[in-house]
């Protein structure tokens, strides 16, 4: 029983493997070529016939003998008595080679008077002009473009032989239940080899998706068998860990032999390379995140080096938000979200939960941190792989600080502007503010004095211009199952929200003028990020109350209590105004279409929405 | 009648106004997750449940409630009475809140004892720490990737609303028949619209391609009757032109407006833009370089405006070898090969003919040659936009000089080394050898000392470091219908090579010595640029004899009367012999597999095939 990680290897290592132990074999096979694009022959392609195949007139005109138009001139016109009229493409009447536009002819009772002779084969299309017949058209190796389906179409080529390759997907855990069920608790959708398989055919690999297999040996190893049989290279999904049910490794070494048990790169360290007679097989550890590290920094560079042309955005160089500390002798990939900030390139990096997927969702870039580095400083220029086109980089609007479901209804309404959100509290969000790593910061803070935000933009940002626009007037509340108010959080279990946020503001200004010491609170250190959360905890049972927002309350479904409305607004630099994703922003949800939803969704008073006050602090 | 185009506008003019006057529009259409890698979603798409729903342990360990591990050290273990073995990825049982690595705890008979304490929420995955649910996972307006795939997946997704773009295609012309029929005279196989359906199905369009359509007025006005009914964008191919039959513009007017009849751009100009009701419709021009043009410069642009993302290689500047002169008032666009040589860029135009798809499929690049200019000299630096990858570009090998269908073959060999092969005759090919145009020059130049190719370059190339590479002794000859030999050539029509290639040169050494007037040859003026368009000439019986290889006259199932054989060999500059390219060029040439293809071929001698000389001129 393999019960252990074999020595790790680096990531260039575990490349170098595959590609010289067991490189993917591509096989031949006949496709139509209709369906050919970005496909690569795997033989050399030869016309069947000359195109065109008789001489033909490239122009409107007459088609006559050269030798009989000699000597004409406007003073000597010739008349010719055995002119053909010809349209292009016709071909051409035997004897003739040569074709006179028929601006420069007369026409006079189906005779042609011409004043200029004709050169021999003048406005010709010869036979075998564009290729002759047996010709090669194509050698082996060529990636087909769309304008060869239309010289091959031409020359009768009805389908074609490409180099193909067939990878297959098996997906193992007894928790998985098939895309499109309802998982149980403590079951998941199966998605790695989803996204594995949408990947692989987007590059025009033919991914065939096996069904899940439970964790059971022999079920494993008969999959595994089967397709090792008829793929080109072999995806096992989960099962690489040395749990006592991770029985991808000792199959491999059973049926063939296991390369490499762990790679040094996270996510993704505990992934297996195998290879049972000549077909690679990897294995992919279970974590959505680390799954998708394997397939981007190994799977899809051996797919390339078998010939495939994965889109490749580059790289850009942009300033850090956040400090990232890493472990030195591992690579650690880091999805980040990455902009331009007055004039800068910034990247922020995202969660890096191995399970939390909506961090791939929210990427549009990677950052590598390299083994032999501890990590990158705030401020620090870094490398960021991008995963979208730099113009849509550049286009991208940056929001960071408290988060709200309008946010996200507001992205939806800029679409398709590109909108990233960084949830990181109303005061994160004035810091970053501040540093200029966003465009806008959504902030909700309580002074003293009972004002909103005003007060913590003198502090925090004096002497500058800054914009305040409000997004709506927002019932905070207390959430729970059974209608409980401010005055119950003492008695049951409370779920708080991180530090900075304006709603833990809000709650700390409101135990303090209550005389409530924190500390008698079950749960005042039990941290959410999100209002959505905070009421699925108390959904959940795993607290009695909460502080949040109505529409947090509404989505799931449990009673609200009001304490007050609050403001929430987006503070933005004065100076960023002219920018046209900030006037999309404003003119947003200044709209009436933004003011609906937020009825619709309940626990906004939108008199107050989309008016903007220009501060000078 | 329209029996005129309306006043040409720029190609710009004719983009925007297509923008401006019938923008495409886009419907929703509702597909499959997993079919959706690069689509764009046309609504927001919120998640069906939280990911996780219970609070997960994110550890092979124990679950605990963090308040029984409280004080635990080396010196004070603590046995807990209540903590419960779980799995990566196990729903945690009610009450626990914590879980500690299995690594970190001894066991003994089902009860754990740990020396050291648990924070709450250490290694657990709360209940919503992906996605919460019904929050946004992704706004209207984002471009799916496969990692969204994985996501959404997880998140309940199976299918979503994207917006789609959907394009009918309708051939006209009597002259066609359907892809996979044999044409016959003066019949050509449709090959625009399929060209166009394969681009544009590549970039994600719903791409409808109607049966070909018969000169008709009445038939092609109901195939666009219908195609506008229920496509988005509607391109009609050819029956653009003023010609008798191209009703193409009359029926639009009918319909609907013609908003552009011309473009100012080559080749290409007779396109025409219109629009019926909202639905924009383009008149493509027939010949299939025209129509590509209008493809790539026109449609290509809309459908990128309109949501799609073709691919974008980007431009190189390279050297220009070749003069091409232009007309003032019109964009010309020239297909190029462009490659490194020398370590230089360089580009060569390939033919302009609109006719010859084998230009497109040879070509790697295009060049636009501006409407205030008046052409581009030979060595000027000129932008080349590209089509292929630049690594692809510069990988590539260029030869130019007298062309063999031996090259060709030889081309196939080295897949998948793109090679680009310009037919521009053995003269040609050591001029550009000297400009380091090419990096091999294939030539057979007879001299009067009857030695093969090195007199030549000694007059061409003095002083330089050559290497001549030995491709095969090829068999010259006269083809014929009847078994005519060279005493024949000046009694029935004859068909020439153009001036600088070696089989011309061979013919005008072999007439000089016997005294031949060449102008008692008929046709010896009529040129033809490959042996097997000289064997295909003589076929058709526009000739009665040619000089060519013994395997062009093969092909072409012609009689062969060899007057001799001659020295084909690649001349190479010495100092390129280290470039890899060029090894695997000589070490193609010296292959087995290489010299059984020519024995194949017949009328090769392959004694001195791959032979190397090393020459200082």
Redesign the interface.
């Known amino acids: 029983m393999v019960n252990r990680y074999l020595s790790l290897v680096s990531l260039e290592e575990a490349i170098e493997t595959i590609m010289t132990r067991c490189p993917p074999e591509r096989r031949v096979v006949r496709i139509p ?2 369906e ?3 496909q ?2 795997a033989e ?1 392609v030869f016309a ?9 007139s ?1 122009m ?1 005109g007459i088609a006559v003998r050269s030798e009989d138009t000699t000597g004409a001139t406007d003073k000597k016109p010739i008349l010719l008595d055995s002119a053909v009229r010809v ?5 051409l009447p035997p004897g003739s080679d040569a074709v006179i536009m028929i601006e420069d002819v007369e026409e006079h009772e189906g005779r042609y008077t011409i004043r200029r002779p004709a050169a ?2 003048q406005h010709v ?19 087909i ?7 091959l ?2 020359y ?1 080529i ?1 389908d074609l032989a490409v180099s193909s390759l067939r990878a297959g997907l098996i997906p193992t855990g007894s ?1 998985l239940v098939p ?2 069920t ?2 149980g ?2 079951q ?5 080899c ?6 692989l ?2 590059l025009g690999v033919d991914a065939i998706l096996y069904p899940p297999v439970a964790d059971e040996q022999d079920a494993i190893r008969s999959a595994i068998s089967e397709a090792v049989e008829s793929c080109d290279l072999v995806i096992v999904s989960a099962g690489s ?1 040395k ?3 991770d029985y991808t490794a000792r199959i491999i070494e059973e049926l063939g032999e296991v390369l490499i048990h762990g790679v040094s790169i996270k996510p993704g360290k505990p992934v297996i390379v195998g290879r049972i007679n000549a077909t690679p097989i990897i294995g992919l550890p ?1 974590y ?1 995140l680390s ?2 590290t394997i ?1 981007r920094e190994i799977i899809t560079p051996v797919i390339r080096m078998a ?1 495939a ?1 994965p ?1 490749d955005y580059g790289t850009i160089t942009a300033e850090l938000t956040r400090t990232l500390a890493s472990d030195i002798g591992t690579d650690e990939f880091v999805l980040m979200t990455a902009g331009e900030v007055a004039g800068r390139m910034i990247a922020t990096p995202l969660s890096r ?1 191995a ?4 961090s ?2 929210r ?1 549009n870039g990677v950052l590598r941190i390299p083994r032999d580095s501890e990590g990158a400083e705030t401020g620090q220029s870094v490398e960021i792989t991008l ?3 730099e113009e849509t980089i550049r286009s991208g609007l940056i929001l960071a600080g408290s988060h709200d ?1 309008a946010l ?2 507001m ?2 309404l ?6 990233h959100s960084a949830h990181i509290g109303s005061m994160g969000g004035v810091l970053a503010l501040k540093r200029r790593h966003c465009h806008a910061a959504p902030m909700h803070l309580l002074a003293p004095d009972g004002t909103y935000n005003l007060r913590y933009l003198e502090r925090y940002l004096p002497g500058e211009e800054v914009t305040l626009v409000c997004v709506a007037e927002r019932e905070q509340g207390i959430v729970s199952r059974e209608g409980l108010s401010f005055e119950d959080i003492t008695t049951g279990s409370f779920v708080n929200r991180q530090k900075g946020s304006g709603t833990r503001m809000l709650l700390d200004h409101l135990l303090k003028e209550r005389g409530i010491d924190p500390g008698s609170i079950t749960g005042y ?2 941290e ?1 990020t ?1 209002h ?2 905070v ?3 108390v959904k ?1 049972g ?1 607290a009695d109350t909460g502080l949040c927002v109505a529409s947090a309350a509404e ?2 479904g449990l009673s609200f209590v009001p304490i007050g409305t609050e403001r929430y607004e987006l503070a933005i630099m004065t100076e960023d105004l002219p920018d046209p994703r900030i006037s999309a922003l404003i003119e947003t949800i200044g709209s009436d279409s933004f003011r609906s939803i937020l009825s619709g969704m309940g626990g906004y008073r939108t008199g107050e929405t989309g008016t903007v006050q220009t501060l000078h602090l």
Chains 1, 2 share one sequence.
Not at 125 to 143: K, N, Q, T, W
Not at 145 to 151: E, K, L, Q, R
């Open positions: 070529l209709l050919s694009v970005g690569v022959t050399p069947y016939y000359s195109v065109p195949e008789a001489h033909l490239a409107d349209n292009t493409g016709n071909v021999p084969w299309r010869p036979v075998g002009e564009d290729i002759a017949e047996s010709e090669m058209a194509i050698p082996r190796g060529h990636r473009m769309y304008h060869d389906i239309g010289a179409a031409a009768g009805t928790e895309h499109g309802r998982p608790p403590g998941v959708v199966e998605s790695n989803l996204m594995a398989a949408a990947h055919r987007s860990s749990g006592t049910k279970g959505p799954a998708l397939i010939g042309r889109p939960g399970g939390v997927q909506m791939a969702v990427s995963s979208v086109s479901p996200d209804r992205a939806d800029l679409a398709p502007l590109p909108v250190t039990r959410m999100t959505l959360a009421a699925l905890a959940s795993e989505t799931a």
